[in-house]
Nanobody
């Protein structure tokens, strides 16, 4: 599975962005898809993921502000990010996990700054 992320950019604190992750093949049966992020000097961390059954989980730091969703017809996974904070600044990576194999897309930079 090849993944391509879109939608990063510069946004002011309190603003919103929507990231999209387009997959090269059907995501209908992929076990889980998600978003990770890596800030400078920090380890990559899970932001949110969603299973093929629609179950979601979020990092504590983004719960209530971010929403992950998947459109199986378009093979796209979205991450709606609201009430962005400076600490959300990072490179965001799309991830797919299928039969214990991890697939990664190239990251997209999100910068939250005034």
């Amino acid at each position: 599975v090849q993944l391509q992320a879109f939608g990063g950019g510069l946004v002011q604190p309190g603003g919103s962005l929507r990231l999209s992750c387009a997959a090269s093949e059907s995501i209908f049966s992929i076990n889980a898809m998600g978003w990770y992020r890596q800030a400078p000097g920090k380890q990559r961390e899970l932001v949110a993921d969603i299973t093929s059954g629609g179950n979601t989980r979020y990092a504590r730091s983004v719960k209530g502000r971010f929403t992950i969703s998947r459109d199986n017809a378009k093979n796209i996974v979205y991450l709606q990010m609201n009430s962005l904070k400076a600490e959300d600044t990072a490179v965001y990576y799309c991830n797919a996990v299928n039969w214990d194999i991890n697939y990664w897309g190239k990251g997209t930079q999100v910068t939250v700054s005034s």
